[in-house]
């Protein structure tokens, strides 16, 4: 269960991932993740796609493209070429992870995870649930 100060903690980062959502080109959804060590927040990403590809994440029919990166792939990644270490780190995102992120939550050594929207597929909570690692559904509209 949740302390009361830690709720606090975990809403604060939760809305500061909810406005680093914002810099997503993405139009369907736009997704913000932070991942804080120590009461730190090591690295960060949102939705988007890779370095070099123009920022357009749908086709014309609002189709995502497949190489669009997820918000937990691009906080991962940026701090895995950082000096930074996410082993026992808790990861804030806007939205729950999908099956694929949660893989690399996994192997990144992310032991918590804290989100304010559930996704429709939730295979992803499945798998993180399975393996031990914390996950708390906070949504920021009930502040």
């Not at 960060?44 to 995502?64: A, K, L, R, V």
């Not at 930074?84 to 032991?111: D, F, H, R």
């Amino acid at each position: 269960m949740v302390d009361d100060k830690q709720k606090i903690l975990d809403m604060r980062y939760l809305r500061m991932a909810r406005i680093w959502s914002e810099n997503s080109y993405c139009v369907r959804r736009k997704v913000g993740a932070l991942i804080v060590k120590d009461k730190m927040i090591i690295s960060d990403g949102y939705n988007g796609t890779p370095s070099g590809f123009p920022n357009i994440c749908e086709s014309e029919n609002g189709t995502t493209f497949p190489y669009v990166l997820h918000a937990e792939a691009n906080a991962i990644t940026k701090v895995a070429c950082s000096n930074n270490s996410s082993e026992g780190a808790t990861l804030y995102v806007t939205a729950s992870p999908c099956m694929e992120c949660s893989k690399l939550i996994i192997q990144a050594g992310i032991k918590r995870v804290v989100f304010s929207e559930m996704y429709r597929i939730t295979d992803g909570l499945d798998l993180l649930r399975q393996v031990g690692i914390e996950t708390v559904y906070l949504p920021l509209d009930q502040e």
